[in-house]
């Protein structure tokens, strides 16, 4: 049950985009299509903003997208709003009923 | 409106117990799975510990296995964790979670509780 690897942080400008990474294996990331991303804002519990890869709970933006590639998950924040400055954690069907979280990212809007 | 809401937390010195307690309203309790998930303070997520719906299917991350336990009253609309042998590590907000697709850890979170393991 090792953390999957995302980048510690990523910028952008206002209006710019900006793609996260999560690598998993093939027992995580790479042999389900449930992987799912959270924004969580300081002090605040996480929320959910992408789901089984690529799909988008009501009420989140479309500029939430989601993709996968093998062992590799990606969130694209595209139009960059200073809202969207939080830290974002992946999170994986492992099987069995496990899941585990990726390392987190904090996204910083310039 | 979904709501859960943890309690239960508070100081403990290492090889303690705590019971968490989280309490579930507007949906069908009965009939989601239910996650505990945690985070240390300025670290990151960590899934705990997960239940199906009539209370089977339980499983534990290996960090807390053989020391804390799961379980549910659908009766009460409540999700439980009984916390024993606690050590410094397991300083942490405590999050409830609905499992409301499968698949995903948490659809709905509630707002944590947290744990403090120190002598």
């Known amino acids: 049950q090792s953390a999957l690897t995302q980048p510690r942080s990523v910028s952008g400008s206002p209006g710019q985009s900006v793609t996260i990474s999560c690598t998993g294996t093939s027992s995580d990331v790479g042999g389900y299509n449930y992987v799912s991303w959270y924004q969580q804002h300081p002090g605040k519990a996480p929320k959910l903003m992408i789901y089984d890869v690529s799909k988008r709970p009501s009420g989140v933006p479309d500029r939430f997208s989601g993709s996968k590639s093998g062992n590799t998950a990606s969130v694209t924040i595209s139009g960059l709003q200073a809202e969207d400055e939080a830290d974002y954690y992946c999170c994986s069907y492992a099987g069995s009923y496990t899941f585990v979280f990726g390392t987190g990212t904090k996204v910083t809007v310039l | 409106e979904v709501q859960l809401v943890e309690s239960g937390g508070g100081l403990v010195k290492p090889g303690g117990s705590l019971r968490l307690s989280c309490a579930a309203s507007?949906?069908?309790?009965?009939?989601?799975?239910m996650n505990w998930v945690r985070q240390a303070p300025g670290k990151g997520l960590e899934w705990v510990s997960s239940i199906g719906s009539s209370g089977g299917h339980i499983y534990y991350a290996d960090s807390v296995k053989g020391r804390f336990t799961i379980s549910r009253d659908n009766a009460k609309n409540s999700l439980y964790l009984q916390m024993n042998s606690l050590r410094a590590e397991d300083t942490a907000v405590y999050y409830c979670t609905r499992e409301g697709i499968f698949g995903v850890v948490a659809d709905y979170w509630g707002q944590g509780t947290l744990v403090t393991v120190s002598s």
């Open positions: 507007g949906f069908m309790f009965s009939g989601y799975s």
